[in-house]
């Protein structure tokens, strides 16, 4: 498949401590991007192999999804070797190759760190569990029972069910905040944080740029197993994990969310002061303080780089009022932090199905993403502007929506292969059968088909990353303003001497809106930016924006 060569796909590596305040990170899910062998599995090579494809968006770094050797249980997210590559992604070698072919295209590489919980087949779990005095034995989080056998505390897994597991090895509890198969490690090890840094430093050493920290706040737990209190009705949120899952019924003051973990942050981010450019981007699952969590864990400059939470990642289509009053609870809360924003990932449900998207707003919301205070991270596909994929239940894989099927149906709809061609079943993705089904309504947005079309959604993420990257204020800029007015979004972005008014009309209403004070010319004619009229004021059609540089 050919890529546009008006855009620059041979930027160079830039020797930039900073290079993460305000990149573009595109998510890669190795499983679903490209496969290279004919196993129905993406794969490194694959990744290898479309990583022209990659540079050409003009993103700054890629993030991708674990491709470590495990058992599959949570598809990468249960490692039984931090230090290894699973057979069906490759080996080390491929990985050493792809990490070198995406700096030669100026890429930088980010990988999927999950150091909250192992695989119950890591060797670290293995020997743990074999008795209660080995040297592993307090690697996990293992408890006593109360006297009448019941778990120590009322604790609850996100993927349903009691978050202690009996083992009749050791006849202790232990810890899984997600699957049984996903043991909790013990952060109050001292052992157990040197063995993870060295993960770190392992990775680092074959060139990796930085890392995603896969459920940052669950690292630590409290000691003492404090259980967690009871939710009110009124304030249950069905951010991070669905309405029908009982995990929404509680505070997890205790199984997550502890203090104790700024510490072992700041021996993490020590390790990456050890390298030229590295840096890190943490997930905050968190339904109730996840801009106050995020703002603990940026705060400074010995912490986590950036983070994101979920206010974005779940719920209906955002209004204006919800945007202006995110990026106050931002400014609030993250005063001295960096956040990282995102609309789609592996984990929730396309946000151009999550929101009912037509064209012009996945383009207005594109536009609103790449202009926000902060880095940003785009999931494969989203530039295709992919709905969510309906998967038959026979066809499911995720645990997750097996478990609450058909109320939740899990992740799988986001995670269906990479649409490459329209000309084939398996669009371009496999020569065998895929792991889970390509989505037949996806293939008329195939990124071939795209390629061809002018004015197709693709070529207006290009143009917007190119906007943003040819924009300081836009990349590093501080905001000011934030206000809604209406419908309409609207805010400053100044680095330097240059300052843009960004305006965002996030409705199907044709709008008006008062130009501000000062002397400003319209920019950004490719993404759609609208002139003032003859009144002095923008006449905003439906989703539409009007970007405007003072002079």
Known sequence: MNTKADFDMGRTLVADKDWWRGAVIYQIYPRSFQDSNGDGIGDLNGITSRLPYVASL????????PFFTSPMKDFGYDVSDYCGVDPMFGTLADFDAMVEAAHSLGIRVMIDLVLSHTSDQHPWFVESRANRDNPKSDWFVWAE??????????????????AWQWDARREQYYLHNFLVEQPDLNFHCPAVQDALLDVVRFWLDRGVDGFRLDTINFYVHDQQLRSNPALPVDQRDATIAPSVNPYNHQLHLYSKNRPENLAFLERFRAVLEEYDAAASVGEVGEAQRGLEIMGEYTAGDDRVHMCYSFEFLSGATPTAARFAKVLHDVDEHVADGWACWAFSNHDVVRHASRWNLGDPAKRALCTLLLSL??????????????????????DLQDPYGIEFWPEFKGRDGCR???VWEASNQNAGFTSATP???ISTEHLHAAAGVQEDDPAALLHHYRKALNFRRTHPALIKGAHEN??????????????????IYCVFNLSDDVVSHDMPAGDWVTIGAELGSTQPGIDGKLHLGAWQVSLLLKT
């Not at 003009?58 to 999804?65: K, P």
């Not at 029972?145 to 009691?162: Q, Y």
């Not at 934030?482 to 300052?499: C, I, K, N, P, Y």
């Open 58 to 65: 003009g993103v700054d770094a890629i993030w991708i999804s």
């Open 145 to 162: 029972p109360k006297d009448d056998g019941t778990p120590p505390n009322n604790w609850l897994s996100i993927f349903g069910g009691s």
């Open 373 to 394: 205070r902060g880095s940003v991270c785009l999931y494969q596909g989203e530039e295709l502007g992919l709905n969510e994929a309906d998967v038959a239940f026979e």
């Open 416 to 418: 269906t292969p990479m």
């Open 435 to 437: 792991w889970l089904p």
């Open 482 to 499: 934030v206000t809604a007015t209406g419908s309409v979004l609207h805010f400053t972005r100044t680095h330097g001497d240059q300052t």
